[in-house]
């Protein structure tokens, strides 16, 4: 199949057939096509989903984050399954998060120099070949644990690939003005399928055995593949191609020190990564020696971060044309994230607890979802891969937390580690605040 036709884009300061303008942006200085405003009533929750390149992107969103689930719970399945070992489970963990501290800086080089879109469709194809061949391996019989440790790192390193160009791609389908919606979206698909993924997987496991979940994930890849290929989007910029990958990855990182603003939102979107997310390793020891519930409370402890963070993506799709003042907002969520880990860490009884942590998951949601968007828009086009490759290097960094907070734990106990954590954020806040001043200034 060949790819679609590009979109024709018309000269600067030439009016252009649907009404769309040039304008220039007070962030970075470069030109860029803003869309024809839609008029419409009522809240804008679903209103970046008008874009026909935005859904394919959305929906492929949906595809790769569920199958992406599916195939987490299949592999610690199997891993448990055949060691009864709940270090392997961790180390797994581990293995699979190595890779974004080390390749994804590279991926995002690549998005900077490859067409992304083919870049995603070739990366998504990888990805699902693995996934097929994995299934095939599985029913055969022959499976053996170092062969999950394998494919876990394997398709981790693609993933480090996947999700730098997936994030570059977003601004390239919808206007400035409705890309914190596109955002917010993106992160409503990603919450829905955190909550299903792990239960659909588990009943896949039960009706078809672990084997037939590969097949399925190499089924929403392939799906992927296609939703990528009926996109159209505008030609990766050149200017990288022009030095070599290391001069390009110097330039990227030098941008993102130099740059105030995007250093002040790198440092409060990756800081908590080690100093708040990591509570989420705790939860067994909340359960069990904290509040004294059973197995299905640790499922509800699991579940409530999702039940904020699903609802504050609705609430951030539905007002992001209203805020402009989004490194304010950012400011108020993280402090609020401290101020739920606290609560969550001293609650009296159990049901105060699952509130709180429906406020850490909220609030999470919210500066991350905000960050993510001011990154975007802070950036020229042509740097863009790099920088938002900076701000994956959280799926790394959390594991690095996790550590120090199961070390905490074991001297202090878990209520005074969670609740230092949620100190150490709201510190954060206060040094951003008053020494990045530039970041209370960001509107868009």
Same mark, same amino acid.
């Given at each position: 199949?060949?790819?679609?036709?590009?979109?024709?884009?018309?000269?600067?300061?030439?009016?252009?057939?649907?009404?769309?303008?040039?304008?220039?942006?007070?962030?970075t200085g470069e030109v860029i096509r803003e869309e024809p405003a839609r008029r419409r009533?009522?809240?804008?929750?679903?209103?970046?989903?008008?874009?026909?390149?935005?859904?394919?992107?959305?929906?492929?969103?949906?595809?790769?984050?569920?199958?992406?689930?599916?195939?987490?719970?299949?592999?610690g399945w199997l891993v448990y399954e055949m060691t009864g070992s709940s270090v392997l489970l961790g180390a797994l963990q581990g293995f699979r998060a190595l890779p974004f501290l080390v390749v994804s800086p590279l991926g995002g080089v690549v998005a900077d120099r490859v067409d992304r879109r083919r870049l995603l469709m070739g990366i998504t194809a990888i990805l699902a070949t693995l996934a097929f061949g994995m299934g095939l391996l599985v029913g055969s019989g022959g499976l053996q644990v170092w062969h999950v440790f394998v494919f876990g790192l394997l398709t981790?390193?693609?993933?480090?690939?996947?999700? #730098? &160009?997936? =994030?570059?791609? *977003?601004?390239? !389908?919808?206007?400035?003005?409705?890309?914190?919606?596109a955002v917010a979206l993106n992160s409503v698909g990603f919450q829905v399928t955190k909550v299903m993924g792990p239960a659909v997987g588990g009943v896949l496991i039960a009706a078809f055995g672990p084997h037939g979940n590969f097949f399925v994930q190499a089924g929403a890849f392939g799906a992927v593949v296609l939703a990528v290929f009926l996109m159209q989007a505008p030609p990766t910029p050149s200017e990288a191609r022009q030095a070599s990958v290391l001069a390009n990855l110097k330039e990227g990182l030098a941008y993102a020190w130099r740059t105030p603003t995007v250093r002040a939102l790198l440092i409060v979107g990756l800081v908590p990564s080690v100093f708040a997310i990591p509570y989420q390793a705790?939860? #067994? &020891?909340? =359960?069990?020696? *904290?509040?004294? !519930?059973?197995?299905?409370?640790?499922?509800?402890?699991?579940?409530a971060p999702g039940v904020g963070a699903f609802f504050a993506t609705f609430f951030l799709a539905s007002v992001a044309q209203i805020i402009r003042r989004k490194g304010i907002l950012i400011l108020i969520a993280l402090t609020l994230l401290g101020v739920s880990l606290i609560l969550f860490s001293q609650a009296p009884t159990f049901?105060?607890?699952?509130?709180?942590?429906?406020?850490?998951?909220?609030?999470?949601?919210?500066?991350?979802?905000?960050?993510?968007?001011?990154?975007?828009?802070s950036v020229p086009d042509a740097l863009r891969g790099r920088v938002m490759s900076i701000w994956m290097l959280d799926h790394g960094l959390s594991p690095a937390g996790s550590l120090v907070a199961g070390v905490s734990t074991q001297y202090i106990g878990a209520p005074i580690t969670v609740t230092l954590m949620g100190i150490a954020v709201i510190i954060l806040v206060v040094a951003v605040a008053w020494g990045m001043p530039t970041i209370r200034r960001i509107e868009a």
């Open positions: 199949m060949s790819s679609p036709p590009p979109r024709p884009v018309p000269l600067a300061n030439e009016p252009t057939p649907d009404g769309a303008v040039l304008a220039r942006t007070p962030l009533r009522g809240l804008q929750t679903f209103s970046s989903l008008h874009y026909r390149d935005f859904r394919f992107l959305w929906l492929g969103t949906l595809c790769m984050s569920g199958g992406q689930w599916i195939q987490q719970v299949t592999l981790a390193v693609a993933w480090s690939f996947n999700q #730098p &160009v997936r =994030q570059t791609l *977003v601004p390239n !389908v919808v206007p400035r003005s409705e890309l914190m919606n705790l939860m #067994p &020891v909340f =359960q069990k020696d *904290v509040y004294h !519930v059973e197995a299905d409370g640790l499922g509800l402890m699991l579940a049901p105060l607890a699952l509130l709180a942590l429906v406020g850490v998951g909220g609030c999470h949601i919210l500066y991350a979802s905000a960050t993510t968007t001011l990154l975007q828009l």
